[in-house]
């Protein structure tokens, strides 16, 4: 087996806040590298695992709020590319591939796991807060109320997340958190865009009625 995949290191434990937020896909090269790993090449693959394990990583983590399930659940999600590499065929990108194979076993997983001890970093979570002057007003202000008020939405707002549907967590996590576009996270369901939209604005609707009293 390829080294990058036996030796990816992630803490089983972790402050939530040390979940990265996802960088931009840099998919130059990726054709190339997967034409390598298909012909035999270990260290192409290696490659390949070095620039998506973070965001593998972090998409698992935030669908499941455990690090320890999203260590093991980015690694052997790596391990499933790896072995189903010579049936790619590049009709999609790699990492829409790579992404398909991860979100499909952290789904089976929490079908048959239900254990999520870890919060949800707010510094990963992007709900367009921006335009949110209630929450702006909350969060803005450096005093001890404040980081009060962090920790009991960020509280509220894991319990929240824990309540959708496995699917719409996902696309929340696809969209708002790894900030794919629609028609991108549509590829990796195998789903069409309009699916995508109608799961993500109910689910952002379901998120605004369960923290509406908190953020008054």
Not at 61 to 85: I, P, R
Not at 96 to 124: C, E, G, M, P
Not at 125 to 139: G, K, S, T, Y
């Amino acid at each position: 087996m390829s080294g990058a995949i036996a030796l990816m290191d992630f803490p089983a434990e972790r402050p939530a806040t040390a979940v990265p937020a996802a960088p931009p896909v840099d998919e130059s090269g990726d054709r190339e590298l997967v034409r390598l790993a298909q012909s035999g090449d270990a260290n192409a693959f290696d490659e390949l695992v070095v620039r998506y394990q973070e965001r593998i990583y972090a998409l698992v983590y935030h669908m499941t709020s455990n690090h320890e399930d999203a260590g093991d659940l980015a690694q052997e999600a790596f391990v499933k590319a790896w072995k189903a590499l010579r049936n790619f065929k590049g009709d999609s990108s790699f990492y829409t591939w790579v992404y398909r194979i991860a979100v499909n076993h952290a789904l089976n997983h929490l079908k048959t796991r239900r254990a999520r001890t870890q919060h949800l970093s707010l510094n990963d979570l992007d709900f367009n807060a921006e335009h949110d002057p209630d929450l702006v007003q909350l969060i803005s202000h450096k005093n001890p109320r404040r980081d009060i008020n962090l920790r009991e939405l960020g509280e509220r707002l894991n319990a929240a997340m824990q309540k959708l549907s496995e699917e719409h967590r996902t696309v929340v996590t696809l969209h708002d958190i790894q900030g794919l576009p629609h028609d991108e996270i549509a590829k990796i369901l195998e789903c069409n865009p309009g699916t995508v939209r109608s799961r993500l604005f109910y689910a952002r609707q379901q998120l605004q009625a369960w923290l509406a009293d908190f953020l008054r």
